[in-house]
């Protein structure tokens, strides 16, 4: 169980790697932490003639904080933003994600913008920065674009990233005030990848209903906003929605038919209600950014 | 030789929580497995293997710039390695020659084809992505009914059917007592397929030393002498040409307890070759091609009287054993003895039972702690709680009623093991007070109806063969009747002291407690006693660490070969201090009279360096025992455990509260140690019982071959255990000692599938089928609700 | 066939400049290059973490991390780890049975390590949930989570805040 061979590439800026990748584009990898590539490589799923490095690239660690939000180098460690050595503009929310990432170990090496890019939906940063309306920075040889992450995750293993681009951040707009979230994973073991993963968001608008956005992980190939959950919620201003009462709404939002469900699909559809559920239960009560 | 024949005194001896010798290498990085191994020249292997379950091999393409001598197929292989054959007495066996690399056909995915030579694995491994093999598919055999199918495809094309054995017996008369009885309930039960997982995956090094004519072979297996013959014998060679070594193991658990075709192919191969090869098998190899656990299918039928009493049991049972019979167990190891082990703890008088195994386009079944015994305990221990149901007796309570009493002792079951020693309702009353029966009752009790979980208290019993000879291994059918073991004392020059062995310690401390042994015998610090294992050219004959059996048969012929050399040492002694040595004892490393005292070191010195000076003993300083038990029957060991549940009705999940178990493994040999192999049996049982499935999809492709999809227990999934310890010796052994290797896996899954039906009793689910996933348990409470009768219309004749 | 790569980097506390095909691996350079064979490999998959060694004082897998990328980096693995928290935690370790086959050891020492560096005292579940990304198949955990509790004790709580 032994990667194919490949050339590497270890370029020390972004614009020396977007040259690369725009001169290897036919068959090229860009690796930083490498915690969802080098699994596949080792066990030959993956095997790309040139790998790009970009671990070596001190830009791609910068993060720019603004009165709008901040902006994280694509590069950042999940461990980072778990102990918050990056400033955490979701009110504790990227922080609480970031410690639910796989191991230890794989959070002092997996990077976001590896895992935007891996577009895996049961993990935790698409969902999480779906629902916090995330921007993708990519760069090539043509230049910087920016893409919403709702545009960017195209399906499993599938984004909006042309052959030679380059994720260099992700932009994330600071959290509304007047703002609470929850967040819950479900998973068979701790660092599991989610069965299921949904994110809350209760804006208090001043009207009589605050506005809701829920956003589910690991139902679709992309985390899927629930809208008909939020219409759901917006008639119960309590959010005392039980599991029972969601999985009729989510069922609409994911486009399942209960009727011809095998067992199998009737419980994970339970298992996302259930998620959504405790999500809304968690909202306001994690602890938020120091 | 018995218990009464341990001595006290000893500080290091019988039953001191002794710290482990293995320790201190392995906790700095400093053991040495078989991918450690550096040798001049070394090559490593890859396999080619089958991707799919079952095909037939059309050709097989070589690219035509591979190094000659680089890829070696079926073909290749045939003329210098004979197939192994696992062959059986049990009346209408049908053998499966195993290949060595495919010929003909494939049939499972993970099946060697071709196996390829390069500098380094990778090397290999691009060297085999390059073979092209043509193969036609067939249509698999994949489960039960498909493979019991009157259409069903053929794993092995000159059978008629796909069953490897059926075997039967009928004792005592079901029939009468099933019209008597109070009571009858029918339950069907499936155990899933899981794999073993030693951390360390396998790994053979072979290399042909030109200068001895030897052939030396690495490997990581608990049978090196086993190895060693089927080497010479395949590959029709003299024994002595063969030397089989299996350094430092990163765990076994019954998977590398069986001859396997890429021993026998990297050793012919290395026959050939001027430079060493080693293979270490992958994680994906490991979970394809090492040999796979249980898969077992339960009908049982039970009848008991209105006060509890068993009357009698009906047992179908259906093992699916894969595609080949693997040496020396066969593919009934675990059907023959799961029928053996229906009855369990229990007298009963009336059994009947039939058993199928069958041939499927899996990978080949094989060992793994507790064999066919976790599954038999699942069966046997739900059903006995449905019938306390049924009678609204509690479960603990149902067991005591039920159980062998001491008085009983020795007891011979109705399936003919003889149960030699204990008390077998205390370990259900301990193990009841331990885990607090009462106070979660209470608990479980005061759980509101509106609440999304619920708590369930289940208990699972066994009494389990450990250490049994030759006669047990013959009854099953096995070529080769396991039962002896040897070992080798010296005191060297130094007065020093060697123990020699023939099983081979990985993982269970043996290199600790066999030196506890002679610590006993001699009074010396352990740490001062080397002890030899896994090396048939440093070893004396053994047949390997499985079965429980080590403790037992090394200790055993240990301490025969301890007590031996005691004898010579006091007569020596006796003539350097000029007393009667009948007179003499050990102490602190010295004989010691009334007179005087001669350390080890001094008597070794002048005897060995000046033998004329101890005139009247004969020449030699060592001595080899071999062990064989005069009672061949084994002894028994058995527990009770008791599994504390919180089941969540929303998704199903199930997490453990509480575990507690009550064991008997006779003497203790080291505490510290018995208790690790306790838990690490109850962490494995826990994997079988929630987490641990090869899910196969219907055409026979595993579904579940990486640590990414297939889920181990760890450090969050293991409550802290609850350990009581009772201490019947048995009759039949050395110090009394029984075995403890297996139990621990034993009853996890019976235990916890009736603390999870305990829980949701009054939803009407049961918890009949492992793992016990949320999927499974959410399904059974949906379908439950869903018709409240489904319960008895499944499950036939309640009555 | 791509080159051969060259790096310096220090590993246990020595200058080291490697050789190595590009698709190595750090387990692979450590094991197959520099003889420290104390780094297993039970998986190749970053789930087992058998293979968890420091690199610039942060636990990674080195299953999963190139050996490439690790120029410069500064690497300990289980042969070196040194200190009292480390001898203590050895010590633990063999007291309440931690260990059996010892293959899973030095990902356990390392990671456990890392655990008690952090000076923070810990719960029992603290200590579970941290060693969840580190499986042994022989032990059941209960031996491993009281000898950590047990240096954590002796080595956190006892030397008071």
């Known amino acids: 169980m032994k990667p194919a061979n490949f050339a590497y590439h270890r370029p020390g800026t972004c614009t020396e790697a977007a040259d690369l990748l725009y001169r290897l584009r036919d068959d090229v990898k860009v690796i930083a932490g490498g915690q969802s590539l080098l699994p596949l490589m080792n066990m030959r799923l993956a095997e790309p003639a040139h790998l790009v490095d970009v671990s070596a690239v001190p830009e791609l660690r910068r993060t720019d904080l603004t009165a709008e939000g901040a902006t994280y180098g694509a590069a950042t460690t999940h461990m980072m933003f778990e102990h918050q050595l990056v400033p955490d503009v979701a009110d504790g929310l990227l922080s609480h994600a970031a410690r639910g990432i796989g191991y230890r170990a794989i959070r002092n090496r997996g990077t976001v913008g590896g895992s935007l890019a891996h577009s895996d939906s049961s993990a935790e940063w698409p969902t999480v920065m779906s629902a916090l309306g995330a921007t993708v920075h990519a760069l090539s040889v043509r230049g910087e674009r920016r893409i919403p992450v709702t545009e960017f995750l195209l399906g499993f293993f599938s984004t909006a990233l042309a052959d030679d681009e380059l994720i260099t951040a992700v932009s994330v707009p600071r959290i509304a005030p007047g703002t609470q979230w929850g967040m819950y994973k479900m998973a068979r073991k701790p660092g599991e990848f989610a069965d299921s993963l949904a994110v809350v968001q209760v804006r208090d608008t001043g009207a009589s209903t605050p506005a809701v956005s829920v956003w589910l992980g690991a139902a679709k190939d992309v985390p899927l906003r629930l809208k008909h959950v939020e219409k759901a919620l917006a008639d119960r201003p309590d959010r005392s929605l039980l599991p029972a009462d969601l999985s009729g709404p989510l069922a609409a939002d994911i486009g399942a038919d209960t009727a011809t469900a095998s067992p199998h699909d009737r419980h994970a559809l339970q298992l996302h209600a259930v998620t959504v559920h405790r999500a809304l239960m968690a909202v306001g009560k994690a602890p938020h950014a120091a | 030789m018995n218990a009464a024949g341990s001595n006290p005194a000893r500080r290091n001896g019988i039953g001191a929580r002794t710290p482990r010798r293995e320790d201190a290498r392995h906790l700095s990085g400093r053991g040495r497995f078989v991918a450690d191994m550096k040798l001049p020249g070394l090559r490593e292997v890859a396999f080619v293997r089958s991707q799919v379950p079952h095909g037939r091999i059309r050709g097989i393409t070589v690219p035509a710039d591979a190094e000659p001598g680089s890829v070696w197929t079926g073909t290749d292989l045939a003329p210098i390695a004979e197939p192994l054959t696992a062959t059986s007495t049990l009346e209408g066996f049908r053998a499966a020659p195993l290949p060595h690399l495919a010929v003909e056909k494939v049939r499972y995915v993970g099946e060697p084809i071709a196996m390829v030579i390069a500098s380094a694995r990778a090397e290999a491994e691009d060297l085999a992505a390059r073979i092209i093999v043509d193969i036609e598919p067939l249509p698999a055999a994949v489960d039960f009914t498909g493979a019991l199918a009157q259409d069903a495809p053929l794993v092995h094309d000159d059978w008629p059917d796909n069953v490897y054995a059926t075997t039967s017996g009928d004792i005592g008369d079901v029939d009468a007592v099933a019209h008597d009885a109070a009571v009858t309930v029918t339950r069907e039960y499936t155990m899933n397929r899981q794999a073993v997982v030693p951390l360390e995956t396998r790994g053979v090094m072979a290399q042909h030393d030109q200068t001895s004519g030897q052939l030396v072979v690495h490997s990581s297996t608990q049978t090196p002498h086993m190895i060693r013959d089927m080497i010479a014998i395949l590959l029709g060679v003299e024994a002595r040409q063969v030397r089989v070594i299996a350094p430092d193991m990163g765990g076994g658990f019954g998977t590398k307890c069986s001859v396997y075709p890429e021993e026998i192919a990297l050793a012919a191969v290395a026959m050939?070759?001027?430079?060493?090869?080693?293979?270490?098998?992958?994680?994906?190899?490991?979970?394809?091609?090492?040999?796979?656990?249980?898969?077992?299918?339960?009908?049982?039928?039970?009848?008991?009287?209105?006060?509890?009493?068993?009357?009698?049991?009906?047992?179908?049972?259906?093992?699916?054993?894969?595609?080949?019979?693997?040496?020396?167990?066969?593919?009934?190891?675990?059907?023959?003895?799961?029928?053996?082990?229906?009855?369990?703890?229990?007298?009963?008088?009336?059994?009947?039972?039939?058993?199928?195994?069958?041939?499927?386009?899996?990978?080949?079944?094989?060992?793994?702690?507790?064999?066919?015994?976790?599954?038999?305990?699942?069966?046997?221990?739900?059903?006995?709680?449905?019938?306390?149901?049924?009678?609204?007796?509690?479960?603990?309570?149902?067991?005591?009623?039920?159980?062998?009493?001491?008085?009983?002792?020795?007891?011979?079951?109705?399936?003919?093991?003889?149960?030699?020693?204990?008390?077998?309702?205390?370990?259900?009353?301990?193990?009841?007070?331990?885990?607090?029966?009462?106070?979660?009752?209470?608990?479980?009790?005061?759980?509101?109806?509106?609440?999304?979980?619920?708590?369930?208290?289940?208990?699972?019993?066994?009494?389990?063969?450990?250490?049994?000879?030759?006669?047990?291994?013959?009854?099953?059918?096995?070529?080769?009747?396991?039962?002896?073991?040897?070992?080798?004392?010296?005191?060297?020059?130094?007065?020093?002291?060697?123990?020699?062995?023939?099983?081979?310690?990985?993982?269970?401390?043996?290199?600790?407690?066999?030196a506890q042994v002679v610590s006993e015998v001699f009074d010396v610090d352990p740490a001062l006693v080397t002890v030899v294992h896994g090396d048939t050219a440093l070893t004396p004959r053994g047949d390997g660490t499985f079965a429980s059996r080590s403790m037992v048969m090394a200790g055993g012929a240990t301490y025969g070969a301890a007590q031996q050399l005691a004898g010579k040492v006091l007569r020596i002694g006796g003539v350097l201090l000029g007393e009667d040595p009948k007179k003499l004892r050990f102490k602190d490393g010295a004989v010691v009279g009334r007179t005087g005292s001669v350390t080890y070191r001094e008597l070794a010195k002048e005897f060995l360096f000046t033998p004329d000076h101890v005139p009247g003993v004969e020449a030699g300083l060592e001595v080899s025992f071999y062990y064989r038990p005069d009672t061949q029957t084994g002894a028994f060991t058995y527990a009770s455990h008791a599994a504390v549940v919180s089941v969540d009705l929303d998704t199903g999940a199930v997490s453990l509260l509480d575990y507690a178990v009550v064991e008997d493994c006779g003497t203790v040999v080291n505490p510290l140690i018995v208790d690790g192999q306790i838990t690490g049996g109850i962490a494995q049982g826990i994997g079988t019982a929630l987490l641990e499935e090869l899910v196969y999809d219907p055409d026979g492709q595993p579904k579940s071959t990486s640590f990414l999809d297939y889920l181990l227990p760890g450090a969050t999934e293991v409550p802290m255990i609850k350990i009581g310890h009772m201490q019947t010796p048995s009759p039949h052994t050395v110090f009394g000692v029984k075995g403890a290797g297996e139990g621990g896996a034993i009853a996890p899954p019976a235990a916890i599938a009736n603390a999870v039906t305990d829980a949701l009793r009054a939803f009407g689910a049961e918890a009949n089928e492992t793992p016990m996933t949320p999927v499974r348990i959410w399904t059974a409470l949906q379908d439950a609700q869903a018709s409240p009768v489904r319960g008895a219309a499944m499950t036939g004749t309640d009555r | 066939m791509p080159h051969d790569l060259t790096i310096a980097l220090r590993v246990n506390g020595r200058k080291t400049e490697a050789t190595f095909p590009a698709r190595t691996t750090l387990a692979d350079l450590l094991r197959d290059r520099l003889g420290l064979t104390g780094t297993h490999l039970g998986c190749e998959q970053g789930v087992c973490g058998a293979c968890t060694v420091f690199v610039d004082d942060l636990p990674v897998r080195a299953c999963l991390t190139l050996a490439a990328a690790c120029e410069g980096a500064e690497v300990v693995t289980v042969e070196a780890l040194e200190g009292p928290d480390v001898e203590a935690l050895r010590a633990d370790f063999s007291r309440e049975g931690a260990l059996q086959c010892g293959f899973c050891t030095p990902g356990m020492l390392i990671t456990a390590c890392d655990l008690v560096r952090r000076r923070e005292p810990l719960a029992r579940e603290e200590i579970q949930e941290a060693m969840a990304g580190n499986i042994c198949r022989c032990t059941g955990y209960n031996g491993i989570v009281r000898a950590i509790e047990k240096t954590v004790d002796a080595r956190i709580c006892a030397e008071g805040p």
């Open chain 2, 272 to 514: 050939r070759l001027p430079y060493p090869i080693r293979w270490v098998e992958d994680r994906w190899e490991a979970m394809v091609s090492s040999t796979q656990a249980r898969d077992h299918h339960y009908r049982i039928t039970a009848h008991a009287a209105a006060d509890g009493t068993l009357l009698g049991v009906e047992a179908d049972i259906l093992v699916n054993a894969g595609a080949y019979s693997v040496h020396p167990w066969t593919a009934t190891m675990d059907a023959t003895m799961s029928a053996a082990m229906i009855p369990g703890p229990y007298r009963l008088s009336n059994y009947r039972f039939r058993t199928r195994s069958v041939a499927t386009n899996k990978t080949p079944l094989g060992p793994y702690r507790g064999v066919a015994r976790p599954g038999a305990c699942l069966a046997i221990e739900r059903t006995l709680d449905e019938l306390a149901h049924a009678l609204g007796i509690e479960p603990n309570e149902m067991r005591i009623r039920n159980m062998v009493r001491p008085e009983d002792m020795p007891y011979t079951s109705v399936a003919k093991k003889v149960y030699d020693s204990g008390d077998y309702p205390e370990a259900v009353r301990r193990v009841s007070a331990l885990i607090g029966h009462d106070a979660w009752r209470k608990q479980q009790q005061d759980v509101s109806d509106g609440a999304r979980h619920r708590i369930g208290i289940g208990y699972g019993s066994f009494t389990e063969q450990t250490a049994h000879g030759c006669i047990e291994w013959a009854s099953r059918g096995l070529a080769i009747t396991i039962g002896t073991e040897g070992a080798r004392l010296e005191m060297d020059s130094s007065g020093g002291l060697t123990l020699s062995v023939g099983i081979k310690s990985h993982g269970q401390g043996a290199e600790t407690t066999l």
